[in-house]
């Protein structure tokens, strides 16, 4: 959706917000009544935008691109945050790429943890529509052994086709740390 059409929105909503409330605004001028919605939608905007600055905070670059570790993977037992991001335009789950494991932090108040294990990861894939790929963001399948969680969905990722990158570059990394060797598994 494009900015003109969010601000078409949000002044349909907030006229009929206002008519719904029985809020009396006739004595308010029609076009300082504009420049008060106007001003709303700005503030959207920006809180939009903050949220989206926030959610994409790379750890050991900076301009919104996922991060490589400040060490190679693989060379080290501490483990360290590589990437962390947000779905698209969402304030309540955070998405987390480690050294060792991915999590998936949800909540506001409350908080839940989902954690998988990197050596337990074994392909992944990218799923984005048409509004998807224009935006740049796409939702992540992580297909792993993990019995509780065998598939596990990051939804609405931005950059989903670096971010993929990054977690099959992890998982070996870690798999290669562990001396794990690679094997196809033929059933």
């Known amino acids: 959706m494009e900015r003109n059409q969010v601000r078409q929105v949000i ?17 308010i001028p029609p076009n300082e009544l504009q420049a008060i919605v106007n001003a709303l939608a700005d503030g959207v905007f920006a809180a939009l935008a903050a949220v989206e600055d926030e959610a994409e905070v ?27 991001g947000r779905p698209y335009l969402s304030i309540g789950t955070i998405y987390e790429l480690t050294t060792q494991r991915l999590r998936i932090l949800r909540g506001i108040f409350g908080n839940t943890v989902e954690e998988i294990e990197l050596v337990r990861v074994k392909d992944t894939r990218v799923k984005q529509h048409a509004g998807e790929r224009m935006l740049d963001v796409g939702d992540i399948t992580v297909i792993s052994t993990d019995p509780s969680t065998p598939e596990k969905t990051l939804h609405n990722v931005r950059n989903p086709l670096e971010v993929r990158e990054l977690i099959r570059k992890a998982t070996m990394g870690e798999k290669q740390r562990r001396g794990m060797r690679y094997r196809e598994e033929l059933s």
């Open 58 to 84: 790379p750890v050991a670059s900076q301009g919104g691109e996922p991060a490589a570790a400040a060490a190679p993977p693989g060379t080290s037992d501490e483990e360290q945050l590589l990437w962390r």
């Open 11 to 27: 002044t349909a909503q907030f006229h009929q917000s206002l008519a719904e409330n029985r809020i009396q605004i006739e004595s």
